[in-house]
Structures are given as structure tokens and as C-alpha cells.
């Protein structure tokens, strides 16, 4: 069961971390543009579908770990999400922000760790 | 970062309360899908049985109105500062594991979370200065 559990683990993330981006690209949107047109409202749906997904792949999970152990899976999000922020969305990653990234990343992993 | 709200509209005042949501919903998930657990039944993979407990509809209520704030967020603070902040919950949750559920957290463990706390306190401490200038 370990390597389907690493699957779930595994889709849970990427599914999480396409939500945020999309969702940031969606608000983004809306200040210049409102929130009335397609492009934004479909672009939310799209980012709730997905972490609905993810939602219940952990609930699945939480079922059958402990969620101190679960948890920082998620963690690893951090530094998926900072670096995909600025090479998808440009945005600026200073280089404090970047090991900031990173070490909360680094302890996420060590408290899944231990 | 264009002319932001103050008061209850307060991005940051918002990011707080929406990892307070994400803090309570947490813990609430993880009681819900104990109780109802069903770890032989392969259905249980999709978390979908998790739904005959209250506790995870109250979490569920949570959830949202965390998503609803983090949209807010999302308006006004770049993804980069904001996501690494709300990880503030990697160190709520282990906390609340241990306070609330019972769970044990080991020195590792503990070491873990002063790392978190450590980049937490990288990220939040320009922001910190750009807002006093404000």
C-alpha cells in the first residue's frame, strides 16, 4: 500500500499547488477586469475543481496516517509554489525570500521525517 | 501590491484569519476521518466515506471561507510572500497535533519546526519593514 499511498500523496500535491497558481492567475485577472467574463470565472472553477481533488485524496490519507506525518507533504508545496510563482507568473524572488522558501520547506521535511 | 485596503480588509489581517480556518479545519479532518475510518475498504482511498462524519462538514465550512479569504489575498500580495506565510499552519498543525490529538512530537520533530520558524521569520521580515513605510 506504501507506493499507492505515495501516488495519492503525490497527486494531492500537484493538484494543490496548479490550483494556487491558477487561482492567483484568475485574481490577478479580476483587478484589471472584473470578475464578470469568462476567463476569470472559468479559470476559478477550474482552481476549485482541482483542490476539491485534492481535498479528498488527503481525507482518504488522513484516514489512514497520522496527520502530524501527512501534513508536511503539503509542506514541499512551499518551494514548488514560490518558484513556480516567479517563473510562471514573474513574479520577483529575492534571494531572502527564496531561502526563507527553503528553509521552511527543509523543516516540513524533517518533521515528516522524524 | 497596489493601494490596499485597511481595517477588515486588510490583506494581511485576511491571511491570518484564513490560516486560522485552514489551523481549525485541519485538526477538525483528522478527528472526522478517524472516526469514520474504513482502512480495508478500497472505496476509502477517494476520502468521499469521510463525508458520513460532521466533523469534516464543519471542517468542509472552514475550508471555505479559508478559500474565500486566500482569494482576497490573492487580490493584493504577490503568491511568493503569501503562500510561504500561510505555511505558518506547518507549525500550528504539529502544535495542535500534539496539544489537541494527542500525537507525539519527537525532537526531530521539533527541529523541524524551528527550521519552518526560521524561514517563516526570513520571509515576513522585509515585509514587515515595507509596511512601516507605508
Known amino acids: ?114 | 501590491m497596489q493601494n490596499r485596503p485597511s481595517g477588515f480588509g486588510n490583506p494581511w489581517l485576511q491571511l491570518a484569519i484564513s490560516v486560522v480556518c485552514v489551523f481549525a479545519s485541519e485538526l477538525l479532518l483528522k478527528r472526522g476521518a478517524s472516526e469514520v475510518a474504513a482502512p480495508n475498504d478500497a472505496i476509502s482511498w477517494t476520502g468521499i466515506n469521510g463525508l458520513a462524519s460532521p466533523l469534516v462538514w464543519w471542517a468542509i465550512v472552514l475550508i471555505i471561507a479559508s478559500f474565500i479569504t486566500w482569494l482576497y489575498v490573492l487580490r493584493y500580495i504577490p503568491l511568493s510572500v503569501a503562500y510561504p506565510l500561510s505555511r505558518v499552519v506547518d507549525v500550528l498543525v504539529p502544535l495542535g497535533c500534539w496539544i489537541f490529538l494527542g500525537e507525539l512530537i519527537s525532537t526531530l520533530r521539533w527541529c523541524g519546526i524551528a527550521l519552518v520558524i526560521f524561514g517563516l521569520a526570513l520571509v515576513a521580515k522585509p515585509i514587515a519593514k515595507m509596511e512601516e513605510r507605508l
Request: charged share 10%; net charge positive; aromatic share 12%.
Open chain 1, 1 to 114: 500500500m506504501t507506493f499507492l499511498a505515495f501516488v495519492f500523496i503525490l497527486i494531492s500535491l500537484v493538484t494543490f499547488v496548479a490550483a494556487q497558481l491558477i487561482l492567483k492567475k484568475a485574481m490577478e485577472f479580476s483587478t484589471a477586469q472584473g470578475m464578470r467574463n469568462s476567463y476569470f470565472v472559468s479559470r476559478v472553477v477550474v482552481g476549485v475543481v482541482l483542490m476539491t481533488v485534492s481535498f479528498f485524496l488527503t481525507l482518504g490519507l488522513l484516514q489512514r496516517f497520522d496527520l502530524s506525518y501527512l501534513y508536511p507533504f503539503q509542506g514541499l508545496s512551499v518551494i514548488f509554489i514560490t518558484i513556480l510563482a516567479a517563473v510562471v507568473l514573474k513574479e520577483k524572488l529575492s534571494m531572502r525570500l527564496t531561502i526563507g522558501a527553503l528553509l521552511i520547506t527543509a523543516g516540513v521535511v524533517l518533521v515528516s521525517m522524524s
